[in-house]
C-alpha cells in the first residue's frame, strides 16, 4: 500500500477490520499457525484467533516504530490483555520482536513448536476440535469473549456458565458425552 494514497487510508477500516469483526462473530473456536514473520496486519489476525500455535522462531511484534505508524488491527487492546502496559509499550516503543517461544511464555500465544511440526498439529488439533462437542465449544467461546469484551467479573461469570450448562443439558452431545463416559468409550459428538 502507498501511504499517501487516499484509499490506503480506508484499508483497514473497510478491509481488515471487516475480516476481525467476522473472525469475533464465528460461530467456532478459530484457529491460527504462525510461522516466519508476524508482523502488522497479520499479528492482528493472529493475535484475534481464539487457539493460536507458533514456531518457536517465528518473529512477533510491532515493526511500526520504524515507519511513523501504530500498531493496529485491534493490537493495542489484545497487546494489552495478555501482555500488560509496560510490555506491551516496550514492544511498540523499540520496535523490538519476540520469538515464537518468548510468546508463548508471555502467553501471548497458546503453544509453540517446531517449525516442522507447526501445520500438522495445528491441522489435527483444529479437525480434533471440529469432530468435538462443538455446540458446548461455542458457549465457551461466547463465554470467553463475553469476559474478554465486556469484564465479566466472576460471580456474573459463575452466573452465566450456569445458564449455559442448564442449556447443553438438554443437547443430544451432553446426553451422548455423559453415556459415553459412563460406557467407557469415545463419544460420537452430532453438535446438535
Not at 480506508?10 to 464465528?26: G, Q
Not at 501482555?83 to 516496550?90: I, N, S, V
Not at 467461546?141 to 449455559?164: P, Y
Amino acid at each position: 500500500l502507498d501511504p499517501l494514497d487516499d484509499d490506503a487510508t480506508d484499508y483497514l477500516a473497510n478491509k481488515v477490520t471487516p475480516v476481525l469483526r467476522k473472525m469475533s462473530e464465528f460461530p467456532a473456536p478459530t484457529f491460527a499457525a504462525v510461522h516466519g514473520p508476524c508482523l502488522g496486519v497479520g499479528l492482528g489476525l493472529a493475535i484475534a484467533s481464539d487457539i493460536v500455535y507458533v514456531a518457536e522462531d517465528a518473529k512477533i511484534g510491532s515493526p511500526f516504530a520504524n515507519l511513523g505508524a501504530t500498531l493496529d488491527s485491534g493490537g493495542h487492546s489484545l497487546f494489552v490483555e495478555r501482555l500488560g502496559a509496560h510490555r506491551t509499550m516496550d514492544l511498540i516503543v523499540t520496535g523490538d520482536s519476540m520469538s515464537g517461544t518468548e510468546a508463548v511464555a508471555a502467553r501471548l500465544f497458546s503453544r509453540a513448536l517446531p517449525t516442522e511440526q507447526l501445520l500438522e498439529f495445528a491441522v489435527d488439533k483444529a479437525v480434533r476440535a471440529s469432530r468435538g462437542a462443538t455446540r458446548a465449544f461455542l458457549t465457551s467461546r461466547q463465554l470467553v469473549h463475553d469476559i474478554r469484551d465486556n469484564g465479566t467479573g466472576l460471580w456474573k461469570s459463575i452466573a452465566d456458565e450456569n445458564v449455559a450448562q442448564g442449556e447443553l443439558c438438554s443437547s443430544q452431545d451432553y446426553l451422548e458425552g455423559f453415556k459415553a463416559f459412563n460406557e467407557k468409550r469415545a463419544p460420537e459428538f452430532t453438535g446438535k
